[in-house]
């Protein structure tokens, strides 16, 4: 079982994209794909909505949902959409993923191989790849991106900031030595997944090419 997973420095980056891009380049690993999303105070880990229930901590601390629309409208229905075997959308209360990762190692157990959009999830698992997705333009930058720059494997960044990025960019602070010698890929939205970036992961995974490949 191999794992890859796919962090970011703030919404909207294209991690997503970029899931399904390698999701659907590497069909022949029959996905499981998992995406984490932790909720702030007052936002109801079960539904994903506003609620009054933060101080119930312990009733639904996390919620773990199997995805089965494959139309495409939501995160987790675009990677069926992209070809994955399986889709899990895992919710948490900010700082508590800690009590899903039990559960959903238990769901993950017989998975083929796992790609999981994620940074916080660095904290309890050592996956064979971690691409990192940075576009300088956006100001946002999470603690949890900050905290395992450096173990990125490699850092997938937007074309149209290459020029901030070369610069030496910083967002509020935060420096980028930690990713200085990364291999970089360049991308240019919509297109987040190129052929570099799926031989770079293939070759990380020690795996040759698909074998329904002509």
Same mark, same amino acid.
């Not at 101080?55 to 992209?82: F, N």
């Not at 971690?130 to 997938?156: C, H």
């Given at each position: ?25 590497? %069909? ?14 007052? *936002? ?26 494959? %139309? ?31 559960? /959903?190692?238990?769901? /993950? ?37 900050? /905290?395992? /720059? ?47 970036? *799926?031989?770079? *992961? ?13």
């Amino acid at each position: 079982m191999a794992i890859v997973v796919i962090g970011g420095h703030s919404r909207n980056v294209g991690k997503t994209s970029l899931v399904c891009g390698l999701v659907a380049a590497m %069909s022949d690993c029959g996905w499981t794909a998992v995406k984490i999303t932790q909720f702030g105070h007052g *936002v109801c880990s079960r539904h994903g909505e506003p609620c009054d229930c933060a101080p119930a901590e312990l009733d639904h601390a996390y919620a773990i949902d199997e995805e089965h629309d494959r %139309s495409g409208r939501t995160d987790t229905s675009r990677y069926l959409a992209a070809g994955a075997r399986r889709a899990l959308w895992v919710r948490t209360r900010q700082g508590k993923l800690a009590e899903a990762m039990p559960e /959903l190692r238990g769901r /993950l157990a017989q998975a083929a191989n796992i790609i999981i959009e994620s940074n916080s999830v660095m904290r309890f698992l050592r996956p064979d790849v971690y691409l990192s997705v940075l576009d300088p333009q956006t100001e946002d930058f999470k603690d949890s991106a900050r /905290l395992y /720059l450096d173990r990125a494997d490699a850092l997938v960044v937007h074309a149209a900031s290459q020029a901030a990025w070369a610069a030496g960019a910083k967002w509020n602070s935060v420096s980028l030595k930690p990713a200085a010698n990364k291999p970089q890929f360049s991308v240019a939205p919509p297109t987040y997944c190129t052929a570099e970036i *799926v031989e770079f *992961v293939r070759r990380r995974l020690q795996l040759g090419e698909p074998r329904c490949a002509s």
